[in-house]
């Protein structure tokens, strides 16, 4: 049987036809406008300490999975404009109901000359029997679509 301390890792890629270059620009630097471009997903992302787009920052994400509120008050970490990459820590919220030591990585790359969105959630379950966040991999595949969509016309 496996140890609940154990880390896990669910990874997906989306292929991105619209300019990755704004992906990364609104997770990074203009998370609060994605209220506008995807609304049936993101309710708000407040900043609650420092800047947008700086390491050590806090902002809150509001959200909605599967008809649901959600928050998820998140440390940015690892953030690298070369690699087009940000990390969100949580440290508040629902996810730490199910789970400890949550972090949700956003990065951006070219792999054959298609661009992809790859997301990584680092998580650690605090029951052995609490499920896995598939529901919040599903709803980054479903918003990475939707911000595609909407840059793509």
Known sequence: ?????????????VAFKADVEIFHHLMANN???LTNVTPGKVKGCDLHQGNYGKNGSIVEWKYNIDGKYHTA????????????QIAYKVIEGNLLELYKNVVVTVHVETKGGVDFITWTIDYELLKAD????????????EFTKEVEAHYSG
Not at 4 to 10: G, I, M
Not at 73 to 84: A, G, N, P
């Open 73 to 84: 008050k998140c440390v940015l970490q690892d953030i690298d404009k070369e690699k087009k």
């Open 130 to 141: 609490n499920p896995h966040p598939l529901s919040h991999l599903n709803y980054f595949i």
């Open 31 to 33: 998370p609060q406008h």
């Open 1 to 13: 049987m496996a140890s609940v301390s154990l880390p896990n890792k669910l990874i997906t890629q």
